[in-house]
């Protein structure tokens, strides 16, 4: 019997012991700077290129599926995720989420398709100028506004205005990063922020996990950290995953995951974003702990045909808290391996060294590691999380002219 081959486009390299957990094989293409000789060496066909370049990326796996042909193209990873759609459809195999896919990667998208569906109203502007962004700001009466690049991520580029005096330099921080795509302009939702992880069969949804999440508040809202199961009340929760529901309908998602973001507003939950992703920060990691739920190999299953692998949770609840030190020298860092003995840890990364200088926290990006901890409940697993990560002492100085 032939062995099932798949191909990956992008990622970050936890998808490839799951398709050999499920024996499948797997050819790879992958962007320069997450390129390694381990990927290379367990893949059928490995290829470091641009895999945006359709053209490229086209012309490459055509001939490598005439001579061994794939039965699924998956992206895991966030710019892989277009062209991974379109090679589906060009090679004519499973992996075409295409509709949902750019339904998602721009936000002005998004938020012209839910509002056709009157579903999560939030009042908004596309803003080609900073003083459309401003006629905006004054149209809100007093109430701030998010400003965010279409097609980011990582949190890069989103900044809240709460008057027109910060307009100017915020609007200026957006654009560096949106670049010469105009700026989403958002009213600005109060109220907590949560994630939702829903997993994907063939046009059939299920909503498989909610998790809170810890940001740095104004002006950047980079995530600080995660914690699980969300402690949500029955109705909040039924409103939450409701909304989820109608949402991936409404986008067309077809199969695979999807990581939506929402705030629990006072009139209700509302959609922020989505991508039809797993959700990065180790949430997916943190879904397969508590839920049992692994949506990277019941994403591969279903595109292949296969039976669902079981769901077997290994913890009642789990948080994770990022080192995110900014603006800093680091002078001398102690206590990693005492973190990472601490009760409930399974693991401490830190990329804080001796000599590092440290700038403004921009994105998810600009943080030093994490430490990922177990516990009885969310309160217990939180509590783990920000002890360990406090074990970790750093010595720092401002640095002289921080940006």
């Given at each position: 019997?032939?062995?099932?081959?798949i191909?990956l486009v992008?990622?970050?390299?936890?998808?490839l012991?799951k398709?050999a957990?499920?024996?499948?094989r797997?050819s790879?293409?992958q962007?320069p700077e997450?390129?390694?000789d381990?990927?290379?060496?367990l893949a059928?066909?490995?290829?470091v290129?641009d895999y945006?370049?359709?053209?490229?990326l086209?012309?490459l796996?055509?001939?490598w599926?005439?001579?061994d042909p794939f039965?699924?193209?998956?992206?895991?990873?966030?710019?892989?995720l277009d062209?991974?759609s379109?090679v589906?459809?060009?090679?004519g195999?499973?992996?075409?989420?295409?509709?949902?896919v750019v339904?998602?990667r721009?936000k002005?998208r998004?938020?012209?398709l839910l509002?056709?569906h009157?579903l999560?109203?939030?009042r908004?502007?596309?803003c080609?100028?900073?003083?459309e962004a401003g006629?905006?700001?004054?149209?809100?009466?007093g109430?701030?506004v998010?400003?965010?690049?279409p097609?980011g991520?990582?949190?890069?580029g989103?900044?809240?205005?709460?008057?027109?005096?910060?307009?100017?330099?915020?609007?200026a921080?957006?654009?560096?990063?949106?670049?010469p795509e105009?700026v989403?302009?958002e009213e600005?939702?109060?109220?907590?922020e949560?994630?939702?992880?829903?997993?994907?069969?063939h046009g059939?949804?299920?909503v498989?996990?909610?998790?809170e999440k810890?940001?740095?508040g104004?002006p950047g809202?980079v995530?600080?950290?995660h914690?699980?199961?969300?402690?949500?009340?029955a109705?909040?929760l039924?409103?939450?995953?409701?909304?989820v529901?109608?949402?991936?309908?409404v986008?067309g998602q077809?199969t695979?995951?999807?990581?939506s973001?929402?705030?629990l507003?006072p009139?209700?939950?509302?959609?922020?974003?989505a991508?039809t992703?797993?959700?990065?920060?180790?949430?997916?990691?943190?879904?397969?702990?508590?839920r049992?739920?692994?949506?990277i190999?019941e994403t591969m299953?279903?595109?292949l045909g296969l039976?669902?692998p079981?769901r077997?949770?290994?913890?009642r609840a789990?948080?994770i808290r990022f080192?995110?030190?900014e603006n800093?020298?680091?002078?001398?860092?102690e206590?990693i391996p005492?973190?990472?003995?601490a009760?409930?840890?399974?693991?401490?990364?830190?990329?804080?060294?001796?000599g590092?200088?440290?700038?403004?926290l921009?994105?998810s990006?600009?943080r030093q590691?994490y430490?990922?901890?177990?516990?009885d409940?969310t309160?217990?697993?939180?509590?783990?999380a920000e002890a360990?990560?406090?074990l970790?002492?750093?010595?720092?100085a401002?640095?002289?002219?921080?940006?």
């Amino acid at each position: 019997m032939r062995q099932q081959h798949i191909l990956l486009v992008g990622g970050r390299g936890h998808e490839l012991p799951k398709a050999a957990a499920l024996g499948v094989r797997h050819s790879m293409v992958q962007v320069p700077e997450r390129a390694s000789d381990e990927q290379a060496a367990l893949a059928v066909r490995y290829a470091v290129l641009d895999y945006r370049n359709l053209d490229e990326l086209l012309a490459l796996v055509r001939d490598w599926h005439a001579t061994d042909p794939f039965d699924a193209v998956l992206s895991f990873t966030e710019y892989g995720l277009d062209p991974a759609s379109r090679v589906a459809r060009d090679l004519g195999v499973p992996g075409d989420n295409l509709t949902a896919v750019v339904a998602t990667r721009d936000k002005t998208r998004t938020r012209a398709l839910l509002d056709r569906h009157r579903l999560s109203p939030v009042r908004h502007r596309v803003c080609a100028t900073e003083a459309e962004a401003g006629d905006f700001l004054a149209g809100l009466g007093g109430r701030a506004v998010v400003l965010k690049p279409p097609s980011g991520g990582l949190s890069e580029g989103v900044y809240v205005v709460e008057s027109e005096a910060q307009l100017a330099e915020r609007w200026a921080w957006t654009k560096a990063v949106a670049g010469p795509e105009p700026v989403l302009a958002e009213e600005y939702l109060t109220g907590p922020e949560y994630s939702v992880e829903s997993v994907s069969r063939h046009g059939r949804h299920e909503v498989v996990m909610v998790t809170e999440k810890l940001t740095t508040g104004f002006p950047g809202f980079v995530e600080l950290g995660h914690q699980v199961p969300a402690r949500l009340g029955a109705g909040e929760l039924d409103a939450v995953e409701k909304l989820v529901l109608e949402f991936l309908d409404v986008i067309g998602q077809r199969t695979g995951p999807v990581h939506s973001e929402l705030r629990l507003t006072p009139d209700g939950p509302r959609l922020i974003e989505a991508q039809t992703r797993v959700g990065g920060d180790q949430i997916w990691e943190m879904c397969e702990l508590v839920r049992g739920a692994d949506q990277i190999t019941e994403t591969m299953s279903a595109l292949l045909g296969l039976p669902d692998p079981p769901r077997v949770p290994r913890a009642r609840a789990a948080a994770i808290r990022f080192f995110a030190r900014e603006n800093v020298r680091v002078r001398h860092v102690e206590g990693i391996p005492e973190a990472g003995r601490a009760p409930g840890v399974l693991r401490v990364v830190c990329g804080l060294r001796s000599g590092r200088d440290l700038g403004p926290l921009l994105s998810s990006d600009s943080r030093q590691g994490y430490v990922l901890c177990t516990g009885d409940t969310t309160q217990d697993a939180v509590a783990r999380a920000e002890a360990a990560r406090d074990l970790v002492r750093v010595d720092s100085a401002p640095l002289a002219a921080a940006p």
